[in-house]
């Protein structure tokens, strides 16, 4: 009887062996180890033998048994994972074509993109953002930021000016009586008393009526001037202004935060450099470059050339800044801005010009123009 | 503001080239726009010679052939120029002189006889158009006056008359700049004392610590004429407050003729066209000093009587370019007795020119209300060099100034007799004096200056200084006096003089009561946008600046609160002369011209305002109220718009999706999504949208946008087929938005029950009608009723439609039972009935 346990579980390994497919595998299993198979039949009988052979039966023909239902199982692991691997090679797709339904993937306007950009680097410097109206009384584009009547920075920017007739009646009052309260010598004209605001520093003035000091806040936006389009000119553009006024912000704090906001935005080993200028509403004033970002600051080129970017100088300008004048501060000191004990800076640069100089756009035109072609190589 | 650079150096020299120069300056406040160069490459191989013999060529009617002795030796040169003589002091290019145009002389053959250098004339030299003679270098016509006066002039107000100091072999560059750098200044508004050579070497003096030379002005002239400057002429100034003074000296003898070319070396070299020696010395004097000067042909004047008055209703007047001007009355004009005579601080008239034949010369120099000349020359669009300093309000003082410089020049250099008195009308203002308290220069730049330094620096910038301990008392000077007035002004001067740039310490404030961060709207806004794109929409940044028939082309109707523009009064063009009153224009446009670009479809989105006269200012700056105690003048929300248009992408399975009312009102559903909101539309109209495929937005009851499809004639205004826009307020949206504050609610202790049903209704009744309607039959325990299908046809009969939904049936505590789900089905179908609907079993 062992002798034929033996022989089954030597056909049986053959057979499994043998074996093509999970299906004549699964034949196999019910051959062998099926209810009718024989060494089922042999193991059921078991009591009916002699008994002293019982024993040795029943070991060989377990022992057989579990050695077959083992080989069967990874006998069909094997071949259920050549099957898989056999219907795969003929399910491949031609990868390359797109996805389906193509999930589209849109784009941030540029000016969006380094507005968002210069944002964050003034949130983590700890300042918020605030947003102003881009069309603007008079008072605060002009007079509480220093700028009298007949003032000659107040025409160089030359301005858009609202016309009165499509101003409510309210407006315009309320833009009469700002102008009146700054106890102008002449007071302006009512086609002079509503502008598209000329840069964001209207803000600042807003911001400081709100509330007292310390204030710290950045303000991108939409501004205006009346010039005639070209490469370099537009008369819609976009500013961020940034103010931090407090009891002892000096004119160092501003150079190491415009250099912190440089680096945010052109890289980590920029510097700033400040360069005396004039602006109605700060004082002392300056223009602040950043130091090259294509030669490093050298002017030359690796292969010894002169740099195009910032022709050779080394430095680039990007906006204008200073202390804040303290006639501006007049305007707010019953707000707690005493110009005596209060001082602060202020800085502004136009968005579309850092744009430019870090995707090395050549022209202003481009940010109005909207050409998807354009829009789409900023994602 | 044109700056020679060899001019500059005669007052001060610090020894720099003149890139260090430039770079300097910029770095102390005044910029330099670019370093050029005037004239010839270098100045060697340019001497003076000395014609000593004149012959005629053998060969050339027209030549001659000259001896010249350049000092080492004579030399035969070649010329072609008719007024050559022997004796003359003469401009000689040696060979291998590089004349301007990089062309490098060699010694030639002119006609068979070897030239051994060149004669120059004017031309040649860059100094004018006259090529017809050679220029003669000591043919000025001082003669009149003498030697003495000439030299009286002094060795800082001029070249010292050339014939002094010039011998044969005296490199030319002595007696005239042929080869210079020019800066080219661009001076700020407040600076109208760097509008000056004198200005900007104080300002060199200020920097580099290297000596400054005595003003020009430092010594007047001899009044060697006779009787007194009241007997030729007056002056009546009838607006002293826009002719704050005016003064007027009287020369007689005056002859008219070229200036000597030194002079006429430094107009050109600082951009001025030389005229007449008369004409050009007022030029080199306000070039010098900042203080514009006119000269009027006495003789021209009736009686010598000048007026000085605003311009009559109507009145119109030819200027010096020959133009015919209308004049308003807050134009300031010089008159004689009859007619205006010119533009006061502008521009003269034709009428008083000094001409050749003019022999006596009155003198203005005045100073008129800085506002006033920028306001009129705006308004004539005439911008002259007298006005760009005028504008920046010069100081009285200066009026004497230029007086003096200029009366020793035209002695000098016309052979003319200064009239004794100055006629003067007006005064000069006392000096101000402005106190500076050290420890606030620290205070305020951060960097610690002692009051030594202070001092110091304020005194080279012309400041006259008292110093009490740690107290500055300084009394500004004219030149300064429009700039600095108080103690802020003080340490702006300085700061600057301080090296900045190497020098100031980076710090970031110290102040710790600041907090960065954006708010919930902002944050919230750029979730908005970053849907749309999500979603494959490109942003645009539209124009807000349109043309006014966009209420027209949009077919708003009379009333539209949309057609009342925001119009502006000066605009640049009538398509940039209003405001746009939404933001779907600037997508139209966008469209337009990407299609008309060979694109085949666009979808594109804009964040930004809308102008109105007025509305509902609720919800922070998005909803248009400001920071601020005046409210904002116009009303100006916030607001997102979508637009697609054109031919759908044709993809490589399935059918492209139309961009019809259900694609923007997908995108408006995923904005929507974002933000958290749910999507409730009903049907409304816009005059610009298919009447019957828009809706209106609603959020909490109330109209915030508005969805659709284009109206095809708007679409065909634009020469579009077709299109579907939204655009939406987004303060509402936001307001309303639960984004950051949803409650949690238990959906995974309990299973859900799934059930879809097909509701046959009226065609007429809204999906989201049947919808509201499944969701009050099935009560709490519904959580949710999603349309999935719609199907029209046999089935369910005509006039009605049959909408598949699935259902969501859910309890938070417990298991439903089947008993549970069939009575709120049964709920459902009751409620359904209501509308004249049924459930499809």
């Known amino acids: 009887m062992i002798e034929r346990i033996e022989q089954i579980g030597g056909e049986a390994t053959e057979a499994i062996g043998r074996a093509a497919s999970t299906a004549e595998l699964e034949e196999l299993r019910v051959r062998y180890l099926g209810r009718k198979a024989e060494l089922t039949t042999i193991l059921r009988r078991i009591a009916e033998l002699p008994a002293d052979q019982r024993g040795p039966v029943g070991k060989a023909g377990n022992e057989v048994r579990r050695s077959l239902e083992s080989l069967i199982d990874s006998r069909a692991r094997e071949l259920d994972a050549a099957e898989i691997e056999a219907a795969l090679s003929e399910e491949g797709v031609d990868v390359t074509l797109p996805g389906s339904p193509p999930h589209p993937v849109g784009h941030l306007h540029l000016v969006t993109r380094t507005r968002r950009r210069i944002e964050e680097i003034m949130v983590g410097l700890g300042y918020r953002i605030l947003e102003g109206p881009e069309v603007e009384i008079d008072y605060y584009n002009f007079t509480a930021l220093n700028h009298p009547a007949g003032h000659p920075a107040r025409m160089e920017q030359d301005s858009f000016y609202v016309a009165p007739g499509s101003l409510t009646k309210k407006a315009l009052e309320s833009a009469r009586a700002a102008s009146a309260g700054a106890g102008d010598d002449g007071a302006t004209p009512d086609d002079e008393l509503v502008v598209l605001r000329t840069h964001t520093s209207p803000m600042q003035v807003r911001a400081m009526e709100a509330e007292g000091p310390p204030l710290f806040i950045a303000v991108p936006g939409k501004c205006y001037r009346r010039d005639t389009i070209d490469a370099t000119h537009l008369p819609m553009f976009h500013q961020v202004e940034g103010l931090a006024v407090a009891e002892d912000i000096t004119l160092a704090d501003l150079q190491g935060t415009l250099r912190e906001m ?63 004048d303290p006639n501006v501060f007049g305007f707010v000191a019953a707000n707690g801005y005493d110009p005596e004990r209060i001082q602060g800076f202020a800085f502004g640069f136009g968005i579309e010009r850092m744009a430019m100089l870090l995707h090395g756009l050549p022209d202003l035109r481009l940010f109005v123009e909207n050409d998807v072609r354009v829009l789409e190589q900023f994602s | 503001m044109r700056v020679p650079v060899s001019w500059l150096r005669e007052y001060c020299d ?63 040169i070649v010329c072609g120029a008719p007024n050559v003589a022997a004796g003359q002091l003469v401009p000689v290019a040696l060979p291998g002189a590089v004349l301007p145009g990089d062309v490098k002389l060699k010694k030639a053959k002119l006609r068979g006889v070897e030239s051994d250098g060149m004669i120059l004339s004017e031309s ?17 016509i001082a003669g009149s006056s003498g ?39 661009e001076v700020t508004s407040n600076r109208a004392d760097c509008l000056a050579i004198y200005g900007v070497a104080r300002e060199v003096h200020a920097i580099s610590e290297a000596s400054l030379a005595d003003p020009p002005w430092s010594e007047d002239a001899e009044a060697a004429g006779e009787g007194a400057a009241v007997d030729y002429a007056s002056v009546t100034v009838e607006v002293p407050e826009l002719c704050p003074r005016f003064t007027a000296r009287v020369f007689t003898g005056v002859t008219v003729g070229p200036s000597p070319i030194w002079l006429k070396a430094r107009l050109v070299a600082a951009g001025q066209r030389p005229i007449n020696n008369v004409v050009d010395i007022t030029n080199y004097v306000m070039l010098l000093t900042g203080q514009p000067l006119h000269a009027f042909d006495l003789a021209q ?106 009366s020793r020049l035209l002695i000098e250099l016309c052979g003319a007799k200064l009239v004794p008195g100055t006629i003067d009308a007006g005064e000069e203002p006392d000096p101000i004096e402005v106190t500076l308290r050290v420890p606030r220069v620290g205070r305020l730049i951060g960097l610690e200056i002692d009051a030594e330094t202070c001092a110091a620096r304020l005194e080279r910038l012309g400041f006259g200084v008292r110093r009490n301990g740690d107290e500055i008392r300084a009394t500004v000077p004219p030149e300064r006096a429009s700039d600095v007035s108080r103690e802020a002004d003080l340490i702006e001067e300085v700061a600057r003089l301080g090296n900045l740039d ?85 997508l139209l446009d966008a469209a337009r011209l990407n299609l008309a670009r060979g694109a085949e479809h666009v979808v594109l989105f804009e964040s930004g305002h809308a102008y109105l006269r007025d509305g509902d200012r609720a919800g922070g700056e998005l909803g248009g109220s400001f920071s601020g105690g005046h409210p904002a003048p116009v009303y100006e929300p916030h607001r997102l718009a979508y637009l697609a248009s054109g031919e759908p992408p044709q993809r490589w399975r399935g059918e492209p999706v139309p961009y019809d009312y259900f694609a923007a009102k997908a995108a408006l559903e995923a904005l929507l999504g974002r933000l958290g909101l749910a999507s409730e539309v009903e049907a409304a109209e816009q005059p610009f949208l298919h009447p019957g495929r828009s809706a209106r937005l609603l959020v909490e009851g109330a109209a915030v946008g508005w969805v659709g499809e284009l109206h095809p004639l708007v679409a065909r205004d634009w020469d579009l087929a077709g299109g579907a826009a939204f655009e939406v307020d987004l303060a509402p949206l936001i307001a309303a938005a639960p984004s950051g504050g949803e409650p949690y609610h238990d959906v995974t202790t309990f299973p859900a029950v799934y059930q879809d049903v097909a509701v046959v209704v009226p065609d007429d009744v809204a999906a989201a009608r049947v919808r509201e309607v499944v969701l009050e039959g099935g009560g709490e325990l519904l959580r949710s009723a999603e349309v999935f299908d719609l199907y029209r046809g046999e089935q369910v009969g005509e006039n009605s439609k049959s909408l598949a939904l699935r259902l969501s049936f859910q309890a938070p505590d417990r298991t439903l039972t089947d008993e549970e789900v069939g009575e709120r089905r049964a709920a459902i179908t009751a409620a359904l009935e209501r509308i004249g609907g049924s459930l499809r079993e």
């Open chain 1, 262 to 324: 440089l680096r945010g935005l052109f890289g980590p080993g920029r510097e700033a450099r400040m360069r005396p200028h004039f602006f109605p509403f700060t004082e002392p004033s300056v223009e602040f470059d950043v130091s090259c970002f294509r030669c490093d600051g050298t002017g030359r080129l690796p292969d010894g050339s002169r740099c195009g970017l910032c022709k050779g100088i080394g430095w680039i300008e990007v906006g204008g800044a200073g202390m804040v």
């Open chain 2, 301 to 406: 004047v009736p009686d010598g009587a000048l007026v000085v008055r605003t311009a009559r209703p109507g009145e119109r007047i030819t200027t010096l370019d020959g133009v015919e001007r209308s004049l308003e009355s807050d134009t300031v004009l010089v008159c004689d007795r009859e007619k205006a005579s010119g533009i006061a601080g502008i521009m003269g008239g034709a009428a008083s020119e000094v001409s050749e034949r003019t022999s006596r010369v009155l003198l203005e120099v005045a100073t008129w209300d800085g506002v006033n000349i920028l306001r009129t020359s705006r308004r004539l669009g005439l911008r002259s060099e007298a006005s760009a300093r005028f504008e920046k309000q010069l100081h009285p003082a200066l009026t004497m100034r230029a007086q003096r410089i200029a």
């Open chain 2, 124 to 140: 040649e030299l860059e100094l004018g158009e006259d090529s017809d003679g050679i220029a003669v270098i000591d043919q000025d």
């Open chain 2, 147 to 185: 030697e003495p006066a000439r030299r009286r002039a002094g060795a800082r107000l001029a070249r010292p008359g050339p014939a002094h100091r010039a011998r044969p072999g005296t490199p030319l560059a002595e007696v005239v700049a042929v080869s210079d750098d020019v800066l080219e200044l």
């Open chain 2, 14 to 76: 610090p020894g720099w080239d003149s890139d260090r120069l430039a770079e300097r300056l910029a770095l102390t406040g005044t910029e330099v726009e670019r370093v050029s160069h005037a004239g010839a490459p270098s100045s060697e191989g340019f001497v003076v010679g000395r014609v000593t013999g004149v012959g005629p060529h053998p060969d050339a009617d027209r030549l001659s052939v000259c001896t010249v002795d350049t000092g080492d030796g004579e030399r035969t």
């Open chain 2, 502 to 586: 190497t020098e100031l310490p980076s710090t970031l404030p110290a102040t710790r009561e600041r907090i960065g961060r954006l708010t919930r709207e902002q944050l919230l806004r750029r979730d908005a946008e970053d849907a749309l794109r999500g979603i494959g929409a490109d942003e645009i940044v539209g124009w807000s600046l349109a043309a006014p028939d966009l209420p027209e082309r949009l077919r708003l109707p009379a009333g539209d609160p949309r057609r009342e523009l925001v119009e502006l009064s000066n605009p640049l063009s009538v398509e940039h002369s209003v405001l746009r009153p939404l933001l779907l224009a600037s």
